[in-house]
């Protein structure tokens, strides 16, 4: 059974940072290209960030670039989002996902972890 | 245009079907995923590549495409399918996209 378990998340000071982890099991995780997708409850997701199978090529979102970094460790089968100078709008349910087959796709997703980036 | 339209609600009875769609320009080039998801709980995908289904989706929920719109149809809807449904598509930049969503209710 494919599983993707966040955890991480929790309540941080604007300007601070936060480390999510998403241990992967279930299937090979070295072959699957990952992603990082937020929510605001109520409102639409909003894709974040990718990392290939190896963690050679990354892509963000215009919204995180230069604060956020996406990571993964393929022998520990977890994903990993470095989060840095959080500013309030970084508030959401952050999800990892599983690409399908490269197309931006989600075939499996994590039950979801809470950023909430307030003073 | 990157954005992706979607009606913001539709109704169905019990047993009937319901078709709800998604719009955009990035549609003529990226076949859209549709997700289903309920309160407190993380996005399914119930189709991909205009009419695939991932295992485990029942066959009631089908998909097409024409043209910049994509339909996800469910054909005998069940209380269960009760749910919000987001398509999500890239525009020709790469920039992807999710639509507002559809609230489904089944009454």
């Known amino acids: 059974e494919v599983r993707l378990v966040e955890s991480g998340g929790g309540l941080v000071q604007p300007g601070g940072s936060l480390r999510l982890s998403c241990v992967a099991s279930g299937f090979i995780f070295s072959n699957y290209w990952m992603h990082w997708v937020r929510q605001v409850p109520g409102k639409r997701p909003v894709w974040i960030s990718r990392i290939n199978s190896d963690g050679g090529i990354t892509t963000y979102a215009e919204s995180v670039r230069g604060r956020f970094t996406i990571s993964r460790d393929n022998v520990k089968n977890t994903l990993y989002l470095q989060m840095n100078t959080l500013r309030p709008e970084d508030t959401a349910v952050y999800f990892c996902a599983r690409d399908l087959r490269g197309g931006y796709i989600w075939d499996f997703w994590g039950q979801g972890t809470l950023v909430s980036a307030s003073s | 245009s990157s954005e992706v339209t979607q009606d913001p609600a539709v109704s169905v009875a019990l047993g009937q079907t319901v078709r709800m769609t998604c719009q955009g320009g990035?549609?003529?080039?990226?076949?859209p995923g549709w997700y289903q998801q309920k309160p407190g709980q993380a996005p399914v995908l119930v189709i991909y590549n205009k009419n695939k289904r991932p295992s485990g989706i029942p066959d009631r929920f089908s998909g097409s495409s024409s043209g910049n719109t994509s339909s996800l149809t469910i054909t005998g809807a069940r209380a269960e399918d009760e749910a919000d449904y987001y398509c999500?598509?890239?525009?020709?930049?790469?920039?992807?996209?999710f639509g507002g969503g559809t609230r489904l209710t089944v009454l």
């Open positions: 999500n598509s890239r525009d020709s930049s790469g920039t992807v996209v």
């Open positions: 990035g549609l003529r080039t990226y076949s």
